[in-house]
């Protein structure tokens, strides 16, 4: 019985960690794809939707006699962004305010939301003075313009009387401005908002506030995370989950994780005790042996542990065959039982009976059952 009941205090270790720490790296993207696959492809949408953002697949709902306005102007299927802005052009100041009350935020959020739009004299006029109208969490529409669009969105805006130096004030009591919004830009071109922003007196002095955006993002250019982690004072691991681990579990990429690589400071655990680096990177598919060894050599405990959960327990969850191997080599216990009360072995075997969901394929888990067999020799 005390198996048993081991068991499940692992299960639940395990579920709590992938669907805290580690959802946006593996459950969230899974749900998203199968979200994805449930919704029909952008040009075949119904027509009381509309895709605001093709990258990120964000839709918001048309109200209905916004939809007898567009059909009545001769659309219909699926409408794009350039027949939006028509409508929009073509639209009475009346219908914008019913537009604005029914989704509950500044038409021109949505028009910030449009890559390439340019903030014509017509819309001008139906924007009105509301350019920096203030929404429910507290943005203005140039903070989406440099989230979801182009340089060109973001000048346009500016342009047209967006404040550039607006700024809010989070939950956490931090100042967030546009620099953050940009470091979350998923566009190929997004180094040109950030360059844009550079130039016109902006900095990455309070680097913290914008690295856990930036190493979820790959289209951050690396330059900057450079920048940022060689000459601005970090604090590595006084925060609840350490920078490093933090871009390990957000998938950050080789070229990043390279960057990190050179600084000393960045294996111990937070202060709060966290999972420890190594565990992390077990579920970062851009790290190899070569780079597991690194970090090893550098100090990071290959048996190190939180609540009986060490870097072996994630390897094998992630069917990273590779990596057990090299933890087995270097000492890690597969048959050592932790605080869970369940050792590594005992693990596998419960992902072996469908206990456990795990990401990985079968086949990786019968070449980690091999190497623990070869273990015991």
Request: avoid cysteine; hydrophobic fraction near 40%; proline fraction near 4%.
């Amino acid at each position: 019985m005390k198996f048993i009941k081991n068991k499940y205090i692992l299960i639940l270790l395990l579920v709590t960690f992938t669907a805290g720490l580690l959802s946006g790296f593996f459950w969230g993207s899974k749900k998203n794809i199968n979200q994805a696959k449930k919704e029909a492809p952008y040009k075949e949408r119904n027509l009381d939707y509309i895709n605001v953002d093709k990258n990120d697949k964000k839709i918001i709902p048309i109200p209905e006699y916004i939809l007898k306005s567009l059909k009545l102007s001769g659309f219909s299927g699926s409408i794009d962004e350039k027949q939006w802005k028509q409508f929009l052009e073509k639209t009475k100041v009346q219908g914008i305010k019913n537009l604005e009350k029914e989704l509950k935020q500044p038409v021109a959020v949505l028009l910030a939301r449009i890559p390439g739009i340019r903030i014509t004299p017509s819309l001008m006029k139906l924007i009105g003075d509301d350019i920096n109208k203030i929404d429910k969490d507290g943005n203005i529409p140039l903070f989406y313009a440099a989230e979801y669009g182009d340089i060109n969105t973001l000048k346009s805006f500016y342009e047209a009387g967006g404040d550039l130096y607006f700024t809010k004030t989070d939950e956490n009591g931090k100042n967030i401005d546009i620099l953050n919004f940009a470091s979350k830009n998923k566009r190929v071109d997004s180094i040109k908002i950030i360059d844009f922003l550079l130039k016109n007196g902006f900095s990455f002095e309070n680097g913290e506030q914008y690295f856990s955006d930036a190493v979820r993002n790959p289209y951050f250019n690396a330059k900057y995370l450079e920048y940022i982690v060689n000459n601005i004072d970090l604090d590595f691991n006084n925060v609840s989950t350490p920078l490093f681990q933090d871009g390990l579990t957000a998938n950050m990429s080789r070229e990043m994780i390279d960057i990190f690589l050179k600084k000393e400071s960045i294996i111990e655990k937070s202060r709060f005790g966290s999972l420890p680096v190594l565990a992390a990177a077990s579920v970062n598919k851009n790290v190899t042996v070569g780079i597991f060894k690194q970090m090893v050599d550098k100090g990071a405990d290959i048996n190190a542990s939180y609540e009986g959960i060490t870097p072996l327990h994630y390897a094998i969850l992630f069917g990273r065959a590779d990596l057990v191997k090299f933890l087995i080599k270097n000492g890690a216990d597969p048959h050592l039982k932790g605080e869970s009360g369940t050792a590594p072995v005992e693990m596998l075997g419960l992902i072996e009976k469908g206990a456990i969901q795990t990401p990985g394929k079968k086949s990786d888990y019968d070449k980690i059952h091999e190497i623990i067999a070869d273990f015991k020799k």
